[in-house]
């Protein structure tokens, strides 16, 4: 069938592709990025505590898959409204927080089930947009140019046809065929995106299917890898290439962006990590030789790399400190020049500078 972008693509063919997918190049690229992707893996298990690894690096992916969106905020105001207590938040930064929460709940439901599922999608969607549309069921979606309004694709119409192609989306998912797993993270990524089941919210959906993927099929024990940062570097190549398998069927190059974005991010990531546990043994040390001992815990130094800022509540929660000593713990790692204290409403929070400088680059 010849292409047409302004119609409804109900015609867009089940998976498994019909066509040679495993060619020579391909399985060339697989073999290096599951090198890359088997190191990340063994690196995250070094750092002490592994929910230090995953909220550092969400928040650097919420925003950079937001910002694909041209939902843009900054680090410093993201960082700051995941541990202020303030309603004074903008929209943009709502929006990335909503992505973050959104990924968390995605890996729960597949811990706890396993399954990668519609009813997922859906909820982490209704989660990142914060309404409850689900499906879509109006015409008139449709992806444009954005600077000369030229329709690129019309994604399939139609609750019942949307429905049918998630299904078979799940049953490629979970299937038990031979093709690599990085193979088919590609694949699964085009038709989702393909699909476009939402009216919004779709591509941010889609990135974090590619990292829960990855955790269901063992290659990582933890959603880690986001390819939201290369995309951004190489968006032009990502959108031609997702069209070129639509309109004349272009699996090859398109695989082969992905797994590139599949190595480059995994390489990226562990070096990332590499800078985490490296600044989390120094700032322990700079603990040992600058607090005074009924101030200085390897908790307490952990504890302030769960996320940049840091306020005395945290502590208490956490049950470092009591509510009297918090403070005074705070401003002993401030005297140290681990921390730098910013006002924030009613609030004083604390700054682990280097970690913010380290998240930000």
């Not at 979606?141 to 019942?160: C, D, F, R, S, W």
Request: net charge positive.
């Amino acid at each position: 069938m010849v292409f047409a972008p302004r119609v409804p693509y109900n015609d867009l063919p089940p998976l498994p592709p019909r066509v040679e997918i495993e060619t020579k190049a391909v399985l060339k690229k697989v073999a290096s990025a599951g090198r890359s992707l088997a190191e990340l893996k063994g690196l995250g298990a070094t750092i002490p505590n592994q929910s230090i690894l995953v909220n550092s690096l969400v928040l650097r992916e919420a925003k950079a898959s937001s910002e694909i969106e041209n939902i843009v905020t900054t680090n410093d105001a993201l960082f700051k409204a995941f541990t202020a207590k303030s309603s004074k938040i903008d929209p943009a930064t709502k929006e990335v927080l909503q992505y973050r929460e959104a990924l968390w709940e995605g890996f729960k439901e597949l811990k706890k089930r396993g399954l990668m599922t519609t009813n997922l999608f859906i909820k982490m969607v209704q989660t990142i947009v914060r309404n409850r549309a689900g499906i879509r069921v109006l015409p008139g979606t449709a992806i444009k140019n954005t600077k000369t309004g030229e329709v690129l694709y019309t994604p399939p119409l139609g609750e019942g046809v949307i429905r049918e192609k998630l299904k078979n989306l799940e049953e490629y998912i979970h299937g038990n065929d031979e093709t690599d797993t990085l193979i088919k993270l590609a694949i699964i990524h085009y038709q989702f995106e393909a699909i476009h089941p939402f009216y919004d919210g779709n591509g941010r959906t889609g990135r974090i299917i590619n990292s829960l993927f990855l955790v269901q099929k063992g290659l990582l024990d933890l959603p880690v890898l986001y390819l939201s940062k290369y995309i951004i570097g190489n968006k032009s190549d990502y959108y031609t290439l997702l069209r070129a398998v639509t309109s004349k069927g272009e699996w090859e190059k398109w695989i082969l962006y992905m797994l590139d974005a599949i190595e480059n991010t995994a390489t990226e990531t562990r070096d990332k990590i590499v800078s985490i546990r490296n600044l989390i043994d120094q700032t322990v040390e700079t603990g040992k030789k600058k607090l005074p001992s009924k101030v200085y815990s390897k908790e307490l130094i952990e504890l302030l790399f769960y996320q940049p800022y840091t306020k005395a509540q945290t502590l208490v929660d956490a049950g470092v400190a009591e509510r009297k000593t918090a403070a005074v713990y705070l401003r002993e790692l401030e005297k140290a020049g681990v921390l730098r204290s910013r006002k924030s409403g009613k609030e004083v929070l604390f700054l682990n500078v280097k970690l913010f400088h380290l998240l930000s680059k």
